[in-house]
């Protein structure tokens, strides 16, 4: 008897093993199906439609098969967009379509430093995105760290990105880097209020005592936007090295270009 229950209990788990086979195949080919499906659907809507269309198509859905067949048959990988000017790459990096992103970079004739029409540049976005795998793959591929104006460095230091600062500081990124208004990376991460982005930077070097262009410093930035902590941490470091401190001025801050919603 224990022999016979013995065998029907081996018999019922190799069922169950069948049935689980059974169901795990019906899944995978249900999955297949509906791929194929997709792609066939993409096909569809891309045909009779001109390649600049498909190809900004393409790269906000993330569609990287449908790009690879675009560069096979020649098509220019450096074409701008009419909106914003953003070429593929970096509405790729804007969309977050990160196999797009890795296929781009990978062609030979990727142009790294085309700018939209505010004057951003792939690394520029990446840096204000936090992509810190982007921003890597772009500084390897000799993406320029340092530009006049804004800088990948200024947008990472406002949104506080302490990996992507970093990374492009160890890039020899300019630390005290000038914008149009004179606003340095530190004085833009102090008026963000990323406290740990200002202690970074002045870590790193960067000089607390710089006045932009309406003759403001990091700390009248800070206070402008009420930071208490970073004005009380600037005050504190600037006494420290024997530098004479005035009370915090304020004014309207005017922030940087905001590249994730497309102003310019």
């Not at 909106?83 to 990160?98: T, V």
Request: one cysteine or more.
């Amino acid at each position: 008897m224990t022999f016979l229950r013995a065998k029907l209990a081996k018999l019922a788990l190799s069922l169950c093993c069948l049935a689980l086979g059974w169901a795990h195949t019906a899944q995978a080919q249900e999955k297949a199906s509906t791929r194929a499906q997709a792609n066939s659907e993409r096909q569809e809507e891309y045909q009779g439609v001109p390649d600049e269309v498909t190809f900004f198509r393409a790269v906000k859905v993330n569609n990287y098969k449908a790009i690879d067949e675009l560069l096979k048959r020649g098509f220019d990988p450096n074409l701008q967009e009419a909106e914003r000017g953003d070429s593929g790459l970096m509405l790729a990096i804007r969309e977050d379509s990160y196999r797009v992103v890795k296929r781009l970079l990978e062609h030979p004739t990727i142009h790294l430093e085309l700018k939209a029409k505010n004057g951003d540049t792939a690394l520029m976005l990446a840096a204000y995105k936090g992509a810190v795998e982007i921003v890597k793959s772009l500084l390897a591929r000799g993406a320029q760290v340092n530009r006049p104006g804004w800088t990948a460095l200024h947008y990472a230091a406002f949104v506080g990105n302490n990996e992507v600062v970093q990374v492009l500081l160890d890039a020899s990124a300019y630390i005290d880097a000038e914008a149009p208004n004179k606003n340095t990376p530190i004085m833009m991460a102090a008026y963000a209020g990323h406290v740990f982005t200002v202690k970074l930077l002045l870590d790193e070097g960067a000089d607390a005592t710089l006045k932009n262009d309406r003759g403001l410093t990091a700390l009248d930035l800070a206070a402008t936007s009420k930071h208490t902590d970073i004005v009380e941490g600037l005050t504190f470091q600037l006494k420290k090295r024997g530098l004479e401190v005035h009370p915090p001025k304020k004014y309207e801050f005017e922030p940087p270009p905001q590249p994730s919603s497309g102003k310019d």
